[in-house]
């Protein structure tokens, strides 16, 4: 079938569907297919092909993420209301509400037209958010519905198709992006940018048109090594090359500022297998068979990204030096990765909802540290993170810029520039002067009054929403940062009755005495910290933090190995840490811990103010020091303090 299709016979749609649904509503499908074959007979494409090819082969995008019944009726009739004399009424009547509103809002977004390119930038862009933020599947529909309007283009003019193509990439390719649909997102921007930089993609083709034919060897090479290895191991996997957009090739080559070849010569592979365990074996048999960059490695299957993408990712060095790109999945996990937030639907009432329910059951018991009022909007905002609820707002040009749910124009100004966030000091909401805590929603126009005197408050840090923005603003506010965190550092030090008799007790050294030992004043170490120790002139031994800057005055030659002291009873440790009280931190630290065979015994907790002290009791794995765990820990944003206790 060619890019631009034909029409899919009924029988064939129906059979993908069944592939993937046995509970589909088919008589319902093949009624919609009729109708919407009956209504558009008499219209043609631009190609001058009939009309119906085009709902019938947005409905066949839609069976590619295992569309639900409703969505492929509200594809196969998405044009009948906008183009013919059908109304949303009786769709309705035939085809029920659900479908209706699917139908009403993919019309609304329809029945925009952009006249100029003044109009479109922002005001119409608010209108077609607005219309499809109440169902994400009518995004579904509509991002289909561009991917084949974009496969045609062709036929436009050349005006219409370098504004059609701006808009997608602008606009369509970032959503697919944020729905996690990558083959939509990859098709969609490589299609724009052959319209928007028609001389770049030709030579991008060109290069890859020649270099083709040698990769393709080299990676089915690999593909081969690796298959051979995973089955000696009993591991039954598919593996195969994944495919290179031009366009993220091209991203690439600026961003890095690397030529073609840099870039093309990356091979990308992945491999599927059946279980998680599996997953593990994969990555063990790939870095026995290849060298493994260091710093290359990120496991997002024991701690999944917010918004439920797992997979193992991994870079090697292969044969002749060539980079490996290997991503390392279940079937599963490739079913959500590839199908993005399509999948979260689909398996409605089915095995991953009632995983996804226990996740968030298992979250609840960890919650009874805070009040169940506050547990419950915790767990919706969770639920929000895990379906990477985002606002979609723009820049006066039309920018769209997007944000967590609870974004404010300070936020919105250190997404656009640091530089706009550090001197931010008015906003405007579509057009009307607002105060910096003002909440954003989805379709607002933002604009940012910078002024060169204008610094950030302190008063921010209380209502800003994005990790970004608070980091910068602490940044900037350096001082009063450190001071905060010297005091809380104190105040725990305090809770503990942590002598420092006690911490030097804590410290491992091949001095013979410890009353020869010292804790040093001038960056006050606690348990945990990177430490550093030096002979003083009186014979006795000053511990620093590593970062303490009076060390660099010190002789190299007085320095002694120190180490933090384990005091684990039966291999249980109890790290404390001292956190800003923020949605999702403990999921977050939670997730850390999680990873490296680390198991949580209990969790307790007090409250100080605006903190929260959480103490964590760990059994961690042989081959692990607290120390380490420590160190992740307080690299989490708004952990002020990590500490062993015992
Ligand atoms: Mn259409």
Not at 10 to 15: P, T, W
Not at 120 to 143: C, G, P, Q, S, W
Request: glycine share 4%; with cysteine; aromatic share 6%.
């Amino acid at each position: 079938m060619s890019k631009e299709g034909s029409v899919i016979p009924k029988n064939e749609l129906i059979e993908a569907i069944n592939g993937y649904n046995p509970n589909a509503d088919i008589k319902l499908i093949e009624e919609a297919y009729d109708f919407a074959s009956e209504m558009h007979k008499e219209q043609k494409r631009a190609s001058g092909e009939p009309y119906f090819l085009h709902p019938v082969q947005v409905a066949g995008l839609l069976t590619q993420l295992n569309a639900d019944s409703a969505t492929i009726c509200a594809a196969l009739l998405h044009d009948v209301v906008e183009d013919t004399n059908v109304s949303i009424e009786e769709i309705k009547e035939q085809f029920g509400e659900e479908v209706a509103g699917l139908v009403e809002g993919l019309t609304k977004i329809e029945s925009i037209h952009f006249e100029s390119r003044d109009d479109y930038t922002a005001e119409n862009l608010r209108k077609v958010l607005f219309a499809t933020t109440k169902d994400i599947r009518v995004m579904l529909v509509k991002l289909a519905d561009r991917l084949h309007n974009m496969r045609t283009l062709k036929f436009k003019s050349p005006e219409k198709q370098k504004l059609i193509a701006e808009e997608t990439m602008n606009i369509y390719a970032p959503i697919a992006h944020k729905l996690g649909i990558p083959t939509f997102k990859g098709e969609l921007e490589d299609l724009s940018m052959k319209f928007i930089l028609p001389k770049e993609y030709e030579a991008l083709k060109n290069n890859i048109d020649t270099k083709r034919g040698a990769r393709e060897h080299a990676t089915t090479e690999f593909i081969d090594i690796i298959k051979t290895n995973l089955s000696q191991h009993n591991v039954d996997a598919e593996v195969y090359g994944r495919a290179k957009y031009f366009y993220s090739i091209y991203r690439k080559m600026k961003r890095d500022s690397k030529d073609f070849n840099e870039i093309y010569d990356l091979i990308a592979i992945r491999i599927i297998v059946k279980t998680i365990p599996e997953c593990y074996t994969a990555l063990g048999v790939v870095h026995d068979l290849f060298k493994p960059m260091p710093g290359r490695f990120k496991d997002y299957v024991s701690v999944p990204k917010a918004n439920g993408y797992q997979s193992l990712h991994t870079s090697v060095v292969g044969n002749h030096g060539k980079v490996l790109e290997v991503q390392i999945r279940s079937e599963d996990m490739e079913h959500l990765a590839e199908e993005g937030v399509a999948a979260h639907w689909r398996y409605h009432n089915v095995e991953r909802d009632k995983k996804f329910d226990k996740k968030i059951e298992w979250l609840k018991q960890l919650l009874q540290w805070k009040s169940d009022a506050n547990a419950k909007d915790f767990i919706e905002t969770l639920k929000i993170d895990l379906f990477e609820k985002e606002i979609v707002v723009f820049t006066p040009k039309g920018t769209p810029i997007s944000l967590p749910e609870g974004s404010t124009p300070v936020d919105f100004a250190f997404e656009v520039h640091t530089n706009v966030g550090l001197h931010c000091s008015k906003t405007e909401i579509n057009g009307k002067m607002v105060p910096l805590d003002t909440l954003l929603q989805s379709g607002d126009i933002v604009n940012v009054v910078t002024q060169n005197n204008a610094s950030p408050s302190r008063q921010w840090l209380k209502f800003i929403k994005t990790s970004k923005s608070r980091s910068k603003i602490r940044k900037a506010l350096n001082i009063e940062y450190d001071h905060d965190h010297k005091a809380a550092r104190k105040s725990e030090l305090d809770d503990n009755e942590m002598s420092e008799a006690a911490l030097l007790d804590l410290i491992k050294t091949d001095v013979k005495k410890k009353s020869q030992m010292k804790l040093s004043k001038c960056c006050g170490p606690v348990h945990g910290d990177d430490i550093v120790a030096f002979y003083t002139k009186d014979g006795k031994v000053t511990v620093h933090k590593a970062d303490c800057p009076n060390i660099h005055a010190l002789d190299e030659n007085k320095k002694v190995e120190v180490s933090w002291r384990l005091k684990g009873d039966e291999g249980i440790v109890k790290i404390r840490a001292m956190i800003d009280d923020r949605v999702g931190i403990l999921s977050e630290i939670l997730g850390m811990i999680s990873q490296d065979g680390i198991s949580v015994c209990s969790i307790n907790s007090n409250t100080h103010k605006e903190r929260v002290s959480v103490t964590f009791a760990l059994r961690l794995p042989e081959n692990l020091e607290p120390e380490q765990l420590v160190i992740k820990i307080r690299n989490i944003s708004d952990v002020v303090a990590v500490e062993i206790v015992n």
